[in-house]
């Protein structure tokens, strides 16, 4: 995913989301590959920048939690912009929140997870 500052975006993950620094290595001469996830979780988000892809957009990165309202609480909490709740026949609660390149993020309400 494109970041227009790597320490910017880790700053955003680890100290608004609280998600942890899974790798931060050099990446050629210009760039660092830097992997970031939520604590216990099997996938990570990569954060690249300096000739990586453009940031600013739909990601389509969904984030499964176990209270879409409550998260959506602790991330307005955080000063980090979240839309509205959104729920509608059969789909599970959800709400889209940014970074600050204007990413587009999902947090879906996964059942299994209770």
Do not use: K
Request: net charge negative; hydrophobic share 45%; aromatic share 10%.
């Amino acid at each position: 995913m494109g970041v227009s500052d790597t320490d910017t975006a880790i700053s955003f993950f680890t100290e608004r989301l609280g998600f942890e620094v899974r790798l931060d290595v050099p990446f050629g001469e210009r760039m660092r590959w830097v992997e970031v996830a939520p604590p216990g979780a099997t996938t990570s988000v990569a954060l690249l920048s300096a000739g990586g892809p453009q940031a600013g957009g739909d990601t389509g990165i969904r984030f499964a939690v176990t209270d879409a309202a409550s998260t959506r609480a602790d991330v307005v909490e955080a000063c980090v912009h979240a839309g509205d709740l959104i729920e509608f026949g059969g789909a599970p609660p959800m709400f889209t929140f940014t970074d600050p390149d204007g990413n587009v993020f999902y947090a879906v309400e996964d059942a299994s997870l209770r």
